[in-house]
Nanobody
Framework: QVQLVESGGGLVQPGGSLRLSCAAS????????MGWYRQAPGKNRDVVAR?????ITNYADSVKGRFTIAREKNTVYLQMNSLKPEDTAVYYC?????????????WGKGTLVTVTL
């Protein structure tokens, strides 16, 4: 089992910045990638950014150039700059073993990011 605890959400004005953190604990040996997803009210949960154990990153088009994902040991970060109102969502941390391993796919409880004047 893997436990994920997010922190760093909050209220920010457009153009501002936030940094989210996700601390992972438990049996991480089978995990080979971590990432951030977000879900706005009435919408699906979508990927924001992912990072592999080897440091390969990928981003949703909507956040490229504004968000940066990084990982240090078992903590993954999401630096969010130039925030827009449309970035408002609950942000979820994910850890998984890539491939067809549904039993190795873990989620945090989420942290709310609100971008508004």
């Amino acid at each position: 089992q893997v436990q994920l605890v997010e922190s760093g959400g909050g209220l920010v004005q457009p153009g501002g910045s936030l940094r989210l953190s996700c601390a992972a604990s438990g049996f991480m040996s089978n995990i080979n990638s971590m990432g951030w997803y977000r879900q706005a009210p009435g919408k699906n949960r979508d990927v924001v950014a992912r990072i592999t154990n080897g440091g390969i990153t990928n981003y949703a088009d909507s956040v490229k150039g504004r968000f940066t994902i990084a990982r240090e040991k078992n903590t993954v970060y999401l630096q969010m700059n130039s925030l827009k109102p449309e970035d408002t969502a609950v942000y979820y941390c994910n850890a998984r073993r890539d491939g067809n391993y549904p039993d190795m796919n873990y989620w945090g409880k989420g942290t709310l990011v609100t971008v508004t004047l």
